[in-house]
């Protein structure tokens, strides 16, 4: 288990190798382009300083974006330093990362161990829930402000440190007890102060709800870690190496969160690539003995795709020019083509991944397509097209698991369990199944927690034994079917059960296929659900996240090298933690409820993409530091790319050009000349930061569906580091496409002209455009 591959060397390039090999007490900064190896540099340079510089694991923290980032530079990671290396050293996104610190110092900041993760989903509920006595107040001076409104107001304040007293305005601030309900009527607010005072007031409840909640939602987190690093420092002398992937992305909580961990006379090294300046100019500051790195190599991509990519962002005036190289051929050129509407742009996606297939000879499957969208509501007709052609695919960072119904209310059950104070679960779940407890018995039991200091749970449980006088109509019979389950399930936590044990445990006691067939038709999608959160649970792998004291996996690792840095840092246990037993500061239930709020897309999920061939669906932003050897780019158009929101145009070039550059061998991009938007059908067109590059005739591009030759399919082979296809292997696949496709789908021209004569050309009123029609 302790066998550490020495492999992570081979085949790195010169700048590469420097990076890897930097000295470990000296801040580095990689400035690359996308696909020059950055997070290949730090997965290896992690198996650099555990191998050479017998650094130990658990004093490294490695942060990345997205959980998907953070999977694949684990799995990255264990195939250079194994399981057993990989599981000590601290790695997830800074989120986790401050969950997991702000666990086991919880009573620094003066919150409970066993806080809940309120995830943004409960957070809205709860938000809804406070802003309903304000509408009448609302109403009568005609403003709206919708709770996803508050929710991003909240948001930024927090991250920016403000308190709900400098939201509001100022009657609020002279007096922040009187609330804009009880105040004056005919006060003469401008609509700008009734939603600051309003706002406010929402946030200082919200804040009020968590607290009692033992929760802290996702700002929380991060603003509670600042907290943390900041007034007790000595705690992040569990973490002395900190490595940053897509460094340019941190915001301002996150990047002093970086300052606060890796402090200025820290050891770290930072990960970022051109397009930003900001962040950049700031660090080198704040660390002025930084030296910098320059990856200029990308071999991701073929040289078309990368020479588009580049003539994209180039005209990115605040870019820090570099030059980008790759030693792979040109390849087949991207395709930029135009479609009538959405669902023949959707559909012609669809009939292109199987012609593709077929057209690779078999080198490509399902899963080696990707389609990226600006936003997540375009995805709709592209499942749709998806579904029609029988192509399974899977949307990363949609719809998430952690959301189904069915999902919540059992991770709901665990919640109460693990913290009976976290209100939101218990209200989700004291009714479920039914059992007769209507809105105003639960109002009464949460009025009573509240009065006498207790949980709801407590109160329950206390008319349960007798030992309080019941609620009328009479909650004892009902709620004690409630009572048992819970108490059976927490002795059986208590006791150490694992996450997939208690969930069993849970669905037999509450006989939720039962429910499920009762009340939902579509009980067995359902209920698939269920078995894939138990599958879930039982896989779901329990690392203690932070070594502590004797138990720690670390001294089985032994002392480094560089004793004198790191000589003090497994002295360095906590008072508490020499009261409070490891089990209980982390039990496997606390950590798998942890992972599941925090997960932020279908991972662990029956739909883990990892597992299947399917084609993936995904945002932009999701796809960050990924890469798949075809990617498509719908609606590429204005309002679109740009986002008609967007206020800064450049930071949307650069997340068309992150989009371009997750390419490998194949890149499509595609427009509307009409799409639907909000009910009706506009027309649209090209977006501004194409119409360059698809107007002048640099052969950047190409308009039509790409015919593959024998050379593209060896130059794909290069890229994919996959075996071209065999001669008959490919006849074969052609051959089999033909038999089963429409001759239109064959030839992409005859495709075009059979589109054409569904439609009929019409005249734009008032413009010289015209915009095609369905005909009836
Ligand atoms: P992004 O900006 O998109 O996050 P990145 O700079 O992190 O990209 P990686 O994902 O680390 O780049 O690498 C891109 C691809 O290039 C990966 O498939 C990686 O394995 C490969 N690669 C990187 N360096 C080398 C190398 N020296 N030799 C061969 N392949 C390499
Ligand atoms: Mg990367």
């Known amino acids: 288990d302790m066998k550490v591959s020495v492999d992570y060397l081979k085949g790195l390039n010169a700048a590469q190798l420097e990076a890897v090999q930097h000295p470990p007490h000296i801040p580095l900064q990689i400035l690359a382009g996308p696909g020059s190896g950055k997070t290949k540099v730090l997965t290896s340079r992690i198996a650099h300083l555990v191998t050479v510089h017998s650094i130990p694991p658990t004093s490294i923290c ?80 005609n403003v709206t402000l919708k709770e996803t409104a508050i929710m991003s107001r909240i948001s ?45 007031e929402v946030y200082q409840r919200y804040e009020k709800e968590l607290k009692r909640s033992n929760s802290l939602d996702f700002d929380d987190l991060l603003v509670y870690g600042v907290r943390l690093f900041r007034d007790h420092p000595h705690v992040n002398k569990w973490c002395r190496h900190l490595l940053v992937d897509e460094f340019q992305d941190t915001n301002v909580v996150q990047y002093q969160l970086m300052t606060y961990i890796a402090g200025a006379s820290r050891l770290w090294v930072a990960f970022s690539r051109n397009g930003e300046l900001s962040t950049h100019a700031k660090s080198s500051t704040d660390f002025p003995s930084t030296q910098q790195v320059y990856l200029e190599q990308n071999y991701r991509s073929t040289a078309a795709i990368l020479s588009a990519s580049v003539a994209i962002i180039s005209q990115d005036k605040s870019r820090i020019p570099k030059t980008l190289h790759t030693s792979h051929s040109n390849g087949p050129l991207p395709v930029l083509h135009s479609f009538p ?79 009976p104070q976290f209100v939101p679960a218990f209200v989700r779940v004291i009714n479920v199944p039914s059992r007769a407890i209507g809105d105003k018995t639960v109002a009464e039991i949460l009025a009573r927690a509240e009065k006498l200091q207790v949980t709801p749970l407590e109160v329950v449980e206390r008319i349960h034994d007798g030992k309080l006088p019941d609620i009328k109509p009479p909650v004892k019979r009902k709620a004690s079917s409630f009572v ?5 399930l927490r002795k059986m936590a208590v006791e150490g059960a694992k996450p997939g044990a208690l969930a069993t445990k849970l669905i037999e006691l509450i006989e939720y296929q039962e429910h499920l067939k009762k009340h939902h038709d579509d009980w067995e999608s359902r209920w698939d659900n269920v078995e894939e959160l138990v599958n879930f649970a039982s896989e779901f792998r329990y690392v203690p996240t932070v070594a502590s004291g004797a138990n720690s996996p670390a001294v089985a690792w032994g002392k480094g090298q560089d004793t004198a840095e790191e000589d003090d840092w497994m002295d360095d246990v906590d008072d508490e933690d020499t009261i409070v037993p490891p089990s209980e500061i982390d039990t496997p239930l606390r950590a798998f409820l942890q992972a599941s709020m925090l997960s932020t897309d279908t991972e662990g999920g029956k739909d883990d993409p990892a597992q299947h061939d ?30 008609s929101r967007a206020e800064d145009i450049e930071e949307e070039r650069r997340l068309l050009y992150v989009a371009c550059t997750r390419a490998q061998g194949l890149l499509y991009m595609s427009y509307c000349t009409s799409r639907m938007a909000a009910g009706t059908v506009k027309r649209s067109i090209l977006s501004e930061f194409m119409t360059a590059l698809s107007e002048d005739d640099e052969g950047l591009l190409q308009h ?47 495709a075009e002209s059979e589109i054409d004569s569904f439609y009929s050309v019409k005249p734009f009123p008032g413009t010289g455009n015209t915009f095609r029609e369905r005909s009836q």
């Open 704 to 750: 039509c569906m790409p015919e593959l030759t024998d050379d593209d399919r060896q130059i794909l082979a290069t890229v994919l580091r996959r075996a071209p296809p065999s001669d008959a292997m490919l006849q074969q696949l052609l051959n089999e496409y033909r038999m089963r496709s429409k001759p239109s789908e064959w030839s992409f021209a005859a």
């Open 614 to 643: 399917r084609v993936i669906i995904a945002t932009c932003h999701a796809a960050k530091g990924l890469e798949w050897p075809v990617v498509f780019i719908p609606a590429v158009e204005k309002g679109v790319f740009p986002s």
């Open 156 to 200: 930024k304040a927090k991250t920016k440190g403000l308190t709900p007293v400098d939201l509001a305005d100022a009657h609020l601030k002279a007096d922040p007890k009187s609330s804009v309900l009880t105040r004056n009527k005919v006060d003469t607010l401008e609509p700008s102060q009734v939603i600051a005072s309003v706002v406010g």
């Open 62 to 141: 490695a942060v990345t974006f997205t959980n998907k980032a953070a999977n694949e530079m684990r799995e990255r990671l264990e195939k250079l330093v194994g399981n057993h290396v990989t599981s000590q050293i601290k790695l997830g996104t800074f989120h986790a990362l401050c969950a997991m610190f702000l666990r086991k110092h919880a009573t620094l900041i003066g919150i409970g161990r066993n806080f809940t993760v309120c995830d943004a989903d409960e957070s809205k509920r709860v938000v809804a829930k406070l802003l309903k006595p304000y509408s009448d107040y609302l109403e009568e001076r």
């Open 484 to 488: 048992e389950v819970i108490r059976v």
């Open 341 to 419: 509407s959405e669902q023949d742009e959707a559909s012609a996606i669809a009939t292109e991944v199987k012609r593709m297939i077929a057209h690779s000879g078999g080198m490509l499957s399902y899963k080696d397509f990707a389609i990226l969208l600006r936003m997540n509501s375009l995805s709709r007709a592209i499942e749709g097209a998806l579904q029609a052609e029988g192509i399974p695919h899977t949307v990363l960072g949609g719809h998430r698991f952690f959301e189904r119904m069915e999902v919540k209310d059992l991770v709901a059950y665990l919640q109460v369990v693990d913290n």
